[in-house]
């Protein structure tokens, strides 16, 4: 039977120039392998269970970056070490508190379920009351720029239901949580609240950073993202020109910056070994869940792609680099340092990819590079089908390898799993574990493992 199979292979080599049959029969091997003797859901249970939410500057943060070093290791990485860079240390404090009065009878209070937004500054944990004025959307806060001051300021933007891909939604949506607090606060507001980046059907709410823009205004008012759920009960309250009372406490705050790190694990390669070829995801999360899909997901799959390539004993020609990335979340850091240390030391990349999009079943892989090579890509296709990927189009890369896109021109890409589902957990208290699903996250690893492979033998 082996012999068999070697037969075909030599065969395949010389008739087609280039070995379809090969590949096909390796990807296959990769797929085996995975699927049956995978560890990126045992991997994934130890980061979400054992060490939990790893925010920049927590001590869990320190703890994933231990483990993360000693996994690679055990999983057969020629040399794994940690890059150090600075990170925003951005804390809670505690709990986020939002209570609703209205009617002026005192039974009607109502506790919104609330998150302060990361990066946002608290009301130094003491209660902070206003009336409420909603609004639906930045043309309408222009209109109502005049009732603005001394009030609450509540974005109710929704989701837009008519896209199909709810990237498209978040990417709209973003505006508010990002530029929202600061474009209030020009207008006299002492807090803003933000109906959660997501269109699910529960009341959880949803952080993100925020990012001040001290050019509209210096106040930096607190922030806090509301649940759907309430966020319409708020918006039904107002729309019956009620005038409410909201009092808000939230303790958030920034200490000094500390020391994070990548943490980087290395398959030399035997051909081009200055040739770099990246996968990776971030390793840091929001407080609220345990970073399951956003995004343990992908330092998961990442790791078990140098696991199965050291199983099946593949040499790489090229030297392959998984990277855990410090810091996406609330500042990029970690792939504003990998970037950077990159470049200092005239570093070739040919290629990066990334998992940030969930742990869910893989579709698509998106990719920014030139057209020829996207081609080369495409004609790829074929072998990821039957592994769930059917396109790979034109698009982006993940956050954390956009640095080496724009300093060093590195084509990127970015695996893009079935989207419908990722916005019902992205940095909420539900994004733990238990939604995960073995299978959807062993097969994003198999399309990865699989189109590293693909450029470490062909290059791009
Ligand atoms: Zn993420």
């Known amino acids: 039977m082996k012999k068999t199979l070697i037969i075909a292979i030599s065969f395949s080599l010389v008739t087609n120039g280039f070995s379809q049959t090969a590949d096909s029969m390796m990807i296959k091997k990769i797929s085996d392998e995975i699927l049956t003797n995978g560890k990126a859901y045992d991997n994934l249970h130890h980061l979400t269970k054992k060490i939990g939410g790893r925010l920049s500057g927590s001590p869990q943060m320190v703890k994933a970056e231990k483990w993360g ?3 690679m290791q055990e999983s ?8 150090e860079c600075m990170v925003p240390h951005w804390v809670r404090g505690g709990k986020d508190k939002a209570t609703c009065y209205y009617g002026g009878d005192p039974k009607h209070v109502k506790s919104l379920d609330v998150l302060a937004l990361g990066n946002s500054e608290g009301t130094k944990n003491k209660d902070l009351t206003a009336k409420v004025i909603l609004v639906d959307s930045f043309d309408e806060l222009e209109r109502k720029k005049d ?7 509540f974005y109710n933007y929704k989701f837009n239901q008519a896209y199909v891909n709810p990237f498209l939604a978040y990417r709209e949506a973003g505006a508010y949580r990002g530029s929202g607090p600061s474009r209030a606060a020009k207008y006299g507001a002492v807090a803003v609240i933000v109906r959660s980046l997501s269109g699910s059907t529960d009341n959880n709410p949803h952080t993100g950073a925020t990012r ?3 050019t509209l205004s210096k106040d930096k008012i607190p922030a806090m993202a509301i649940g759907l759920r309430d966020a319409d009960w708020l918006n039904d309250q107002l729309r019956q020109n009620k005038i409410l009372r909201l009092t808000i406490k939230t303790n958030a705050h920034f200490l000094p910056d500390t020391i994070g790190h990548n943490v980087i694990g290395e398959l030399s390669g035997s051909e081009f070994p200055d040739e770099i070829i990246t996968i990776g995801g971030h390793l840091d ?16 799959q990442t790791i078990e792609v140098l696991r199965v390539l050291k199983a099946l004993g593949y040499k790489p020609k090229r030297t392959i680099r ?12 970690g792939g504003n340092k990998y970037a950077q240390e990159a470049k200092e030391k005239n570093e070739k990349h040919i290629f990066a990819l990334e998992s940030d999009a969930g742990g869910f079943t893989p579709r698509t892989i998106s990719f920014d590079g030139s057209a020829e090579q996207l081609k080369k890509l ?4 074929p072998l990821l089908y039957p592994y769930g990927v059917y396109e790979i189009v034109n698009g982006g890369g993940g956050a954390d390898i956009g640095p080496l896109n724009r300093t060093l021109k590195t084509p990127v890409a970015e695996l893009a799993p079935d989207t419908q589902r990722y916005f019902d957990y992205h ?3 539900n994004d733990v574990f238990e939604n995960i699903n073995k299978r959807e996250l062993q097969l994003g690893a198999v399309n990865m493992a699989a189109l590293i492979y693909l450029i470490d033998k062909y290059g791009l």
């Open 378 to 381: 495409q004609s790829w296709v």
């Open 285 to 300: 999360s929001w407080d609220p869940g345990e970073g399951a899909h956003d995004d343990g997901a992908g330092c998961v």
């Open 76 to 83: 057969g990485a020629d040399k794994a070490w940690l890059q």
């Open 322 to 333: 998984f990277v855990l990335f410090m810091n996406e979340e609330n500042g990029l850091r």
């Open 212 to 214: 001040y823009d001290t």
């Open 147 to 153: 009732s603005v001051k001394g009030s609450i300021v």
């Open 427 to 429: 940095h909420a208290r």
């Open 69 to 71: 070093v000693g996994i």
